[in-house]
């Protein structure tokens, strides 16, 4: 019999959305994947060439458990820069991508019985690592359309067994990006209750309108010693595959990550670590750049098709490389004894008879919810998202005279 624990992981949903388009496309379907939460392109030279270079020097030992030195210290200048905080080597530490260092977070700072605030719609591996680890996610509900966290609702949510909030902005899946005034509230939040923040800032180079990703480290310095923030280089320079990330934190949540890791990765990839070092030595943030230009192209092309919506407002996609749609208002309007009652329904309509790939936001909480990615290279985009759009409001006719 499985342990337990096992009980609480259904899957990765967006896992699962990659696998039913990979696995359409396998059977001979011209399949438009937009469920996939990665950009469609090359990374550059520069990590390619560092990668090589290892490989030719023969490099293939173990590092340290939390990662090279010369890259610590790099990420930590890195850090330093982009937050205007200073960060030291024994601040960071190497993860088998960010995953990682979220449950080395999890299991380094809850006990069984804890409490864990989460941010809804949210990323499946928040509430799953809360579980991992023994602790009980507590679910607060950010609304559309601006999927801004009530502040006041957060508090009440606050018990004597809440240890830690989960924050995540950008945000993954809805696109929001937390304005200071809302950074500073939870700051005050967790210095009043004494709570750790654990803050995911994967997404922070994809931020796209007049509003900025601004670190809760940046907007509230107190909460330094009680905030791990964790990222990685999986997103911002498309390799998602090579499964590097970091984290930055006080010494000792370092110092555990070291113990933990030590005992289950022992180190992440060690050609990824030196690939990434070399990208960070010798980059010109061209790469960066040309990503960000691109995306932000992607990103008002497919708000131009999604204008075309009938009941679905178009989303503001501030951060991220995800539309993602809410689909309340559409839902309630067709037919109760219908075939399409939820988000969910209507992902598996688009995949079944439009070959096109989506997440349904049941992955995230959310059963009204739909997220697309626009990372796709840019005909799959506008082809794709012509069809979504065609798709759904087609659904009212559709529906009733079924």
């Not at 469609?40 to 090589?52: F, Q």
């Not at 260092?101 to 719609?121: F, N, Q, S, Y």
């Not at 009980?136 to 609304?143: E, G, I, L, N, S």
Request: charged share 20%.
């Amino acid at each position: 019999m499985l342990a337990q624990r096992m009980s609480y992981l259904s899957g990765s949903g967006t896992a699962a959305a990659r696998e039913a388009a990979a696995e359409a496309a396998g059977a001979g379907r011209h399949i438009i994947d937009l469920a996939a939460g990665e950009v469609m392109i090359e990374p550059p030279s520069s990590v390619r060439e560092g990668a090589i270079a290892a490989i030719n020097a023969g490099t293939s030992r173990y590092t340290d458990s939390i990662g090279l030195k010369p890259l610590r210290e790099t990420i930590a200048e890195k850090l330093s820069a982009q937050t205007g905080i200073g960060w030291k080597t024994d601040n960071i530490a190497i993860t088998a991508g960010a995953k990682q260092g979220l449950l080395d977070a999890a299991l380094a700072v809850l006990d069984p019985g804890d409490e864990v605030i989460i941010i809804r719609p949210c990323w499946p591996t928040f509430p799953s690592q809360v579980l991992l680890a023994g602790a009980t996610p507590v679910f607060v509900d950010a609304r559309p359309p601006t999927y801004t966290p009530d502040i006041s609702t957060i508090w009440a949510t606050v018990t004597p067994r809440t240890k830690a909030i989960i924050i995540n902005s950008p945000n993954n899946p809805t696109g929001a990006v937390y304005d200071r005034p809302t950074l500073q509230a939870v700051g005050d939040l967790a210095i009043s209750k004494q709570l750790w923040i654990i803050s995911d800032e994967c997404y922070s180079s994809f931020v796209f309108t007049g509003v900025r990703h601004e670190s809760i480290i940046t907007a509230h310095p107190s909460v330094r010693s009680r905030t791990i923030l964790v990222n990685a280089f999986s997103k911002e320079l498309a390799i998602t595959g090579w499964r590097l990330g970091y984290f930055a934190a006080p010494p000792e949540i370092v110092s555990a990550a070291k113990k933990l890791q030590s005992l289950t990765t022992s180190n992440a990839n060690v050609i990824a670590q030196h690939a990434i070092l070399h990208h960070l030595q010798a980059g010109d943030g061209s790469f960066e750049r040309g990503m960000h230009e691109r995306l932000s192209e992607a990103r008002l092309t497919g708000l131009r098709i999604l204008s075309g919506l009938h009941d679905v407002t178009p989303p503001p996609a501030d951060g991220t490389f995800f539309f993602y749609l809410d689909l309340s208002r559409l839902i309630s309007a067709l037919p109760a004894d219908g075939p399409i009652r939820s988000s969910e329904d209507i992902a598996r309509l688009l995949l079944d008879e439009t070959d096109v790939g989506s997440v349904a936001g049941g992955t995230f909480g959310d059963v009204n919810g739909l997220r697309l990615s626009f990372g796709a290279p840019r005909d799959l985009l506008e082809s794709g998202l012509k069809r979504v759009v065609k798709t759904l409001n087609s659904l009212k006719t559709t529906q009733a005279a079924a």
